[in-house]
């Protein structure tokens, strides 16, 4: 219940492609879908977050797509570049809890340019 | 930009050792968060930290591990006897305010080999 399940687990794309990577949950009082990045030595850092009242949010070339009667979402790049290069995590927060954030595993985004 | 420091940024200690990972985090934060995660997994909670308190903690944390805001800058996550398995890389994150929708900010982790 406490689960996000993150697919793929590693994707490769050309330089100016669409990177898409997806997340599932189920536990319904989750109302908060942060996606974090992280490069290689460094702290995972807040990229995009959706709240469920919304299907999608846009910031530059970052989209969550978000669909709540699926317990899905997905975080579209567009126009993929090499710096974007590196791993992603899907994560999930409840409303009421202490902000604990649950973790999907992860996707390793290589951009080949 | 402000932002959340972690020291050392490398750890190695022998099994059975006390380990104290330093963070400080951003001044006006309030609430402050550990997570770990062992190498090629996802990132875990560890415990999070309010008003001086455990605010809620995951199953990992037992009681082997405890966490400390010993003045006004620091946030500490001690381990008390350290366990092969303990190896992973500690992060430290703060928020301004508590739950959901906040941003978390995390730190740029310790990593602990226990050898």
């Known amino acids: 219940q406490q689960q996000v399940k993150q697919s793929p687990q590693s994707l490769i794309v050309q330089k100016g492609g669409i990177s898409i990577i997806n997340c599932a949950y189920e536990?319904?009082?989750?109302?908060?879908f942060p996606w974090y990045q992280q490069f290689p030595g460094k702290g995972p850092a807040l990229l995009i977050a959706?709240?469920?009242?919304?299907s999608e949010k846009k910031e530059g070339r970052f989209t969550i797509s978000f669909n709540k009667s699926a317990k899905q979402f997905s975080l579209h790049i567009m126009d993929s570049q090499p710096g974007d290069s590196a791993t992603y995590f899907c994560?999930?927060?409840?409303?009421?809890?202490?902000?604990?954030?649950?973790f999907g595993q992860g996707t390793t985004l290589q951009v080949k340019p | 930009e402000p932002e959340v420091t972690q020291t050392p940024s490398h750890q190695v200690t022998q099994m059975g050792q006390e380990v104290i990972l330093r963070c400080v985090p951003i001044?006006?934060?309030?609430?402050f968060y550990w997570y770990r995660q062992i190498l090629g997994q996802k990132v875990e909670f560890l415990v999070s930290?309010?008003?001086?308190?455990?605010?809620?903690k995951s199953e990992i944390f037992d009681d082997q591990f405890s966490v400390e805001r010993p003045d006004g800058s620091n946030f500490t996550l001690k381990i008390r006897s350290t366990k092969l398995e303990d190896s992973a890389m500690y992060f430290c994150?703060?928020?301004?305010?508590?739950?959901?929708?906040?941003?978390?900010?995390f730190g740029p982790g310790t990593r602990l080999l226990v050898l």
């Open positions: 994560a999930a927060s409840g409303s009421g809890n202490t902000g604990k954030l649950i």
């Open positions: 536990n319904t009082a989750f109302d908060y």
């Open positions: 994150a703060s928020s301004e305010n508590p739950g959901a929708a906040e941003t978390q900010y």
């Open positions: 001044s006006n934060h309030l609430y």
């Open positions: 959706i709240r469920p009242d919304v």
């Open positions: 930290f309010y008003n001086n308190e455990i605010s809620e």
